[in-house]
Nanobody, 125 residues
């Protein structure tokens, strides 16, 4: 089983960009589909994006489609979330998570068995 550590969060202005990273330890990273979720204050944790084991397929929440890009580097055991044109409503704690690929309901957070500790992203207006 992998362990996940996110980094790259911070305070930015609306319209800026950030790239989040999620580094995995363990030897089985490439066996997992990966996802990003976020949780804003007072709200439930919500799906942001997911990527297949080899990085061929990705899906996004409608709210970030066209602005965020998920990618992975299996040689580095790292998954990324490039966030462009950030908006104040993107403010949240962002979590990466690992999912067994057999679970295809990728928006369902209970399908993800391993979670990172989260990284805060704050977008000021």
């Amino acid at each position: 089983q992998v362990q996940l550590v996110e980094s790259g969060g911070g305070l930015v202005q609306a319209g800026d960009s950030l790239r989040l990273s999620c580094a995995a330890s363990g030897r089985s990273f490439s066996n997992y589909a990966m996802g990003w979720f976020r949780q804003a204050p007072g709200k439930e944790r919500a799906f942001v994006a997911t990527i297949s084991t080899r990085g061929v397929t990705a899906y996004y929440a409608d709210s970030v489609k066209g602005r965020f890009t998920i990618s992975r580097d299996n040689a580095k055991s790292t998954v990324y979330l490039q966030m462009n044109s950030l908006k104040p409503e993107d403010t949240a704690v962002y979590y990466c998570a690992a999912r067994i690929p057999a679970y295809t309901d990728y928006e369902n957070l209970v399908r993800y068995s391993v979670w990172g500790q989260g990284t805060q992203v704050t977008v000021s207006s």
